[in-house]
């Protein structure tokens, strides 16, 4: 459901065999809440699971973000494991944001198999391609213990009041990027190093280079690191469980190249750090690595099938 100051497809976020409507996830049973065998010693039972129904997190999450002044112009909804695992995405826009070239997006996961916390993190994807990025700076994650009806609007309000310095960051992340050439060789290196911080699978590699030598969009044919980093958010595309963790992943190889230092308590303190500050290292060469000549160690928990 999108409305016209929507420019984002979260169709292609989500993968569109994936998108549902809301009455769907609405329409999902929530399963009780299940207690420890042990009783407490004045005989009664302690609650050990405390599952939440996904479409409660969606009416709490659209509740901040309206008391905050956002707009939600776009949605997209999926289901999986017959309902179990939700993830939706909510595209919004702010006053302070009406000039931006690039967009928010909140995304939601609950689930009810136990197999991950009620979650919400955020990210932003340029208005040209829709490549989005999430990130970890921005999120939380509520186990389903006894508190979390308590506790459930306070860490939705907190993280989402995260997001004005999480913009004033990317901002100058991306400006960053934009002024910091680039030649293959040094692209090459980077896409290794990024394999090896865990930012790709070892499968993709090629795919970003093929990005990066000829993108699909004209607006990142520029030679420099942002149009570096647009060719790792496209190959992106598909997997949205993964994307925090490859996201920052991704930030702290090529922060660290361009020097730019993203102080998230203090924004207006962040700064590009001299390019001669940073510690040189030898290139990394694409064929050595495409030989098997090179390893990275990469968190197992990385590129695991996406669970929807």
Same mark, same amino acid.
């Not at 039972?45 to 905050?68: A, E, M």
């Not at 179990?84 to 826009?93: H, M, Q």
């Given at each position: 459901?999108?409305?016209?100051?929507?420019?984002?497809?979260?169709?292609?976020?989500?993968? %569109?065999?994936? @998108?549902?409507?809301?009455?769907?996830?609405?329409?999902?049973?929530?399963? %009780?809440?299940?207690?420890?065998?042990?009783?407490?010693?004045?005989?009664?039972l302690?609650?050990s699971? *405390? /599952?939440?129904?996904?479409?409660?997190?969606?009416?709490?999450?659209?509740?901040?973000?309206?008391?905050?002044?956002?707009?939600? @112009?776009?949605?997209?909804?999926?289901?999986?494991?017959?309902?179990?695992?939700?993830?939706?995405?909510?595209?919004?826009?702010?006053?302070?944001?009406?000039?931006?070239?690039?967009?928010?997006?909140?995304?939601?996961?609950?689930?009810?198999? =136990?197999?991950?916390?009620?979650?919400?993190?955020?990210?932003?994807?340029?208005? @040209?391609c829709?490549?989005?990025?999430? &990130?970890? &700076?921005?999120?939380?994650?509520?186990?389903?213990?006894?508190?979390?009806?308590?506790?459930?609007?306070q860490?939705?309000?907190r993280?989402?009041? =995260?997001?004005?310095?999480?913009?004033?960051? *990317?901002? *100058?992340?991306?400006?960053? $990027?934009?002024?910091?050439?680039?030649?293959?060789?040094?692209?090459?290196?980077?896409?290794?190093?990024?394999?090896?911080?865990?930012?790709? /699978?070892?499968?993709?590699?090629?795919?970003?280079? +093929?990005?990066?030598?000829?993108?699909?969009?004209?607006?990142?044919?520029?030679?420099?690191?942002?149009?570096?980093?647009?060719?790792?958010?496209?190959? $992106?595309?598909?997997?949205?469980?993964?994307?925090?963790?490859?996201?920052?992943?991704?930030?702290?190889?090529? +922060?660290?190249?361009?020097?730019?230092?993203?102080?998230?308590? *203090?924004? %207006?303190?962040?700064?590009? @750090?001299?390019?001669?500050?940073v510690?040189?290292?030898?290139?990394?060469?694409?064929?050595?690595?495409?030989?098997?000549?090179?390893?990275?160690?990469?968190?197992?928990?990385i590129?695991?099938?996406?669970?929807?």
């Amino acid at each position: 459901m999108s409305n016209s100051k929507s420019k984002i497809d979260l169709r292609i976020c989500g993968g %569109e065999h994936k @998108v549902v409507d809301l009455d769907q996830v609405k329409s999902v049973n929530t399963p %009780e809440k299940e207690y420890r065998k042990e009783r407490n010693q004045d005989g009664s039972l302690s609650v050990s699971y *405390q /599952p939440i129904s996904h479409d409660l997190l969606i009416d709490k999450t659209r509740s901040h973000l309206k008391q905050g002044g956002f707009e939600v @112009v776009n949605e997209a909804h999926n289901l999986a494991r017959g309902g179990k695992r939700y993830f939706g995405l909510f595209e919004v826009t702010h006053p302070t944001r009406e000039n931006s070239e690039r967009g928010t997006v909140i995304g939601l996961r609950n689930a009810h198999d =136990k197999c991950f916390p009620a979650g919400l993190c955020a990210g932003d994807a340029p208005f @040209v391609c829709d490549n989005l990025i999430f &990130t970890n &700076t921005v999120k939380l994650a509520r186990r389903h213990t006894k508190n979390i009806f308590a506790e459930l609007d306070q860490v939705i309000a907190r993280t989402l009041g =995260k997001l004005f310095t999480f913009w004033g960051g *990317q901002d *100058q992340r991306i400006e960053s $990027y934009k002024q910091f050439e680039l030649g293959n060789a040094q692209v090459n290196d980077l896409v290794i190093r990024s394999y090896q911080a865990g930012a790709i /699978p070892k499968t993709k590699v090629t795919d970003v280079v +093929d990005q990066w030598e000829k993108s699909d969009h004209p607006e990142f044919w520029d030679r420099n690191m942002n149009s570096l980093y647009n060719a790792f958010t496209e190959v $992106y595309k598909g997997n949205l469980v993964a994307l925090p963790n490859r996201s920052d992943a991704l930030h702290s190889v090529l +922060d660290s190249e361009v020097g730019f230092d993203f102080n998230f308590d *203090q924004v %207006e303190e962040a700064e590009l @750090v001299p390019v001669e500050a940073v510690e040189e290292a030898p290139l990394l060469q694409l064929e050595d690595f495409v030989a098997g000549n090179i390893n990275g160690e990469v968190p197992a928990d990385i590129y695991e099938d996406d669970p929807f």
